[in-house]
């Protein structure tokens, strides 16, 4: 039995810690407002099992001025964060090749095949099955020209076993009414999920943890010396373990030790809307706009977008209401008053592939992040990984092509 020091609260960290204890070790969860906001809070709540292809594909380059050109389009990169961006955004292009998003696929379809495997036991536990809807995802386009592009990401999807059923927008239709004549192709997705409420997951998770006897310490790690990790309060807390799970915050972590990871924040926005004046039975993708809606407890939420302006810069929530507003073209009955605006920090890696393993440097501290678009799909497995890590046994699944090394 090892003292386990894990650092973040969210889907991940708190993932890790269950998967460790039930391992039998002493586990310690860090972080700097355990059950403050964070990206595993507002997010989508989408199980997004045939989420395999990384956002870096061929033709993308020729795509992206259109969009940095609307300043309230699907991608936007703050000037002033630029020189920082720059060696993350090199590495974005170059992993732009089919042989790239080949591989990439394929390591990112082996954590899918696992999701259910690992997020049923979870939500048994906490006793949240109920809060799991397994009612697929419809992909809505309104082009040919759109549907037609994403026919060799379908084929992929589906070398992996993943149902991807081709439909007219009439079909789109009769499966959610709510849906405006615009949409006319569409994809549906039988084996992704939504869950009711993301937030209820990690504060549920958070609190069962607490009641197995896991203390969750308020305190931001600012030094990491021999087996002591440092807070900015000038704490010491020991370890014979450490998992660095900390978000889009994690690759200063990393640094402490003097391991590189390519991770930015992608941050992303939504709206919630209580009392939307339409109704969806199941998460809907509009897939040439980059953004999404759920149907969750708390209301209609509609999100997306990627902002590359680093971890400090305020948020700009007009991005939230071009998104609740883009939304109306698609559901023309929506009612977009009285919704809440938020932003998360999505941790991005440059080939969209998560960092699960060793430090190279200190083979008693793992990392467990860059989670992107899956945190909340993959979070459980992640935490298996880790354990499987800790204990020396084989891990379920190969996590070579996540090992931080990739960016040294
Ligand atoms: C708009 C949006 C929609 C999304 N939709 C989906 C979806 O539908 N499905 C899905 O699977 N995923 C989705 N995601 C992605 C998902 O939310 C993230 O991948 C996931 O939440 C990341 O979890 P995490 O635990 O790594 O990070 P976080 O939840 O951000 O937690 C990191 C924690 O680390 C702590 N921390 C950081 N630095 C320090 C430090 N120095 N000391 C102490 N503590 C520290 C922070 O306080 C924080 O609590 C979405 C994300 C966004 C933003």
């Known amino acids: 039995m090892s003292r386990m020091l894990v650092v973040g609260a969210g889907i991940i960290g708190l993932s890790c810690a269950r998967a460790l204890l039930a391992d039998g070790h002493q586990v310690t969860v860090l972080d700097r407002d355990p059950p403050g906001d964070k990206a595993s809070f507002g997010n989508a709540g989408g199980l997004g099992v045939t989420e395999i292809i990384p956002a870096s594909v061929p033709g993308l380059a020729w795509k992206v001025p259109g969009w940095l050109f609307d300043p309230l389009g699907p991608l936007s990169l703050r000037a002033a964060h630029l020189p920082k961006l720059a060696p993350w955004l090199v590495r974005f ?32 536990e906490l006793e949240l099955m109920g809060d799991l809807h397994q009612v697929g995802s419809l992909w809505v386009y309104e082009t040919r020209e759109g549907f037609e592009a994403d026919a060799r990401f379908r084929t992929m999807r589906r070398s992996y076993g993943l149902v991807c059923e081709e439909i007219d927008g009439a079909a789109a239709r009769a499966m959610e009414p709510a849906l405006s004549d615009v949409v006319r192709y569409a994809m549906f997705t039988p084996q992704w999920s939504h869950v009711s409420d993301p937030k209820r997951i990690v504060d549920r998770l958070r609190s069962h943890l607490e009641q197995r006897g896991v203390p969750m310490i308020a305190g931001e790690v600012a030094g990491i010396a021999g087996n002591e990790v440092a807070t900015a309060d000038g704490r010491r807390l020991p370890f014979d373990r450490l998992v660095i799970a900390a978000g889009a915050w994690s690759g200063r972590l990393a640094k402490l030790i003097g391991d590189r990871a390519l991770i930015e924040s992608e941050r992303g926005y939504n709206t919630t809307l209580p009392n939307p004046g339409i109704s969806l039975s199941r998460e809907v993708i509009f897939a040439e706009r980059q953004f999404v809606a759920t149907p969750l407890d708390m209301g209609l939420r509609i999100g997306g977008a990627a902002e590359f302006a680093g971890l400090e810069a305020p948020p700009n929530y007009d991005r939230s209401n071009a998104l609740a507003e883009l939304a109306r073209r698609y559901l023309p009955g929506l009612s977009i008053a009285g919704g809440t605006r938020w932003m998360g920090h999505r941790p991005t890696t440059p080939d969209s592939l998560p960092v699960i393993g060793r430090s190279p440097r200190r083979g008693d501290i793992l990392y467990a992040f860059g989670h992107s678009h899956t945190g909340l799909t993959f979070g459980p497995t992640t935490g ?13 699944v190969d996590v070579a092509p996540f090992g931080i090394e990739r960016f040294q």
């Open 384 to 396: 298996k990984l880790v354990a499987e890590l800790v204990a020396g046994r084989t891990p379920t």
């Open 93 to 124: 292009l170059r992993s732009g090749t089919w042989p790239e998003v080949e591989r990439i696929s394929g390591a990112l379809a082996t954590l899918a095949s696992r999701t259910y495997e690992d997020m049923l036991p979870l939500l048994a």
